[in-house]
């Protein structure tokens, strides 16, 4: 185990002890958001002992934390692994305000804006964004296509069409391709960051675990076979989201 690890693995035990402690004195009070942030801490603990357990390849575990000035408050804001010089991280928010080199935006077959996440994208973008998109000639189911980021922080959009869901072989085949096409497009125009948002399970109802699987599967592939790529972010829109995600990626085979 690396010592960067180790170290961690013992800041966070401490945290634990401190968080419990805390959780003892207020004990009288029934304070319900300690003890929810008591819970929340040892969720994440047990999440970074089976990632860590899973690390069998050398991809080392990545565990930020935010804590206020009293090291009371304790919050996940990213877990992720490395794959080689890469990084998969994953975080809960907004993928508008993402300042990686693009983000991905899980498009309809005729890159209209439509609602969900990509009705956010162009809602922040402006109207440039539909402009560029409607001279594409739209874009097929797992395919992607770039355009500039507009007035968004990202300088790219990439947009991909996911599969809708439908329980058949083919899903899991055309959701994998979306990303890896997404990061083969990132590549050929030399992007070293890129943030992917949970593609095809909003509207396009594709169950959440399953996708998790699918999409972090493709990336950590697709990473282990090229070289370029330096983060790929997931932006999770809820905490639910993201706790599918991350036990997802403790799985990842
Ligand atoms: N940041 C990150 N994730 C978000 C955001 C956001 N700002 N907003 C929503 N999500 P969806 P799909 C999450 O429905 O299933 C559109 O109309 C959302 O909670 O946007 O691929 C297109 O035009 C969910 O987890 O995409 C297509 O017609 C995830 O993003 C269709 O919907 C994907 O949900 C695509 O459906």
Redesign the pocket.
């Known amino acids: 185990m690396p010592e960067s690890v180790n170290h961690l693995s013992q800041i966070i035990e401490e945290m634990r002890a401190r968080m419990h402690d805390t959780a003892l004195d207020k004990q009288t009070l029934v304070d319900p958001e300690l003890l929810e942030k008591s819970r929340k801490l040892d969720r994440l603990i047990n999440l970074y002992h089976r990632i860590n357990r899973s690390g069998s390849r050398g991809e080392e575990i990545i565990l930020e934390l935010t804590l206020d000035q009293n090291m009371e408050v304790i919050e996940m804001s990213a877990v992720g692994k490395k794959i080689g010089a890469a990084k998969i991280e994953l975080v809960v928010?907004?993928?508008?305000?993402q300042d990686t080199d693009a983000i991905v935006?899980?498009?309809?077959?005729?890159l209209?804006?439509?609602?969900?996440?990509?009705?956010?994208?162009h809602r922040?973008a402006g109207p440039g964004l539909w402009e560029e998109c409607r001279k594409l000639g739209g874009c097929a189911t797992g395919e992607a296509k770039i355009t500039g980021g507009h007035n968004l922080k990202a300088r790219h959009v990439i947009h991909t069409?996911?599969p809708?869901y439908s329980g058949s072989p083919g899903d899991p085949v055309q959701l994998g391709n979306c990303y890896r096409n997404s990061l083969q497009l990132a590549l050929q125009n030399g992007l070293k960051t890129i943030a992917f948002?949970?593609?095809?399970?909003?509207?396009?109802?594709?169950p959440?675990d399953k996708a998790a699987a699918v999409a972090l599967q493709a990336v950590r592939d697709f990473l282990a076979q090229h070289s370029g790529i330096e983060l790929v972010r997931f932006?999770?829109?809820?905490e639910s989201?993201f706790e599918v995600y991350s036990s997802a990626l403790s799985k990842l085979a």
């Open positions: 928010g907004d993928i508008t305000l935006n899980a498009a309809n077959n005729r209209a804006p439509g609602g969900g996440v990509s009705g956010a994208i922040a069409v996911g809708v948002p949970s593609i095809s399970t909003g509207i396009f109802g594709y959440v932006v999770l829109f809820s989201d």
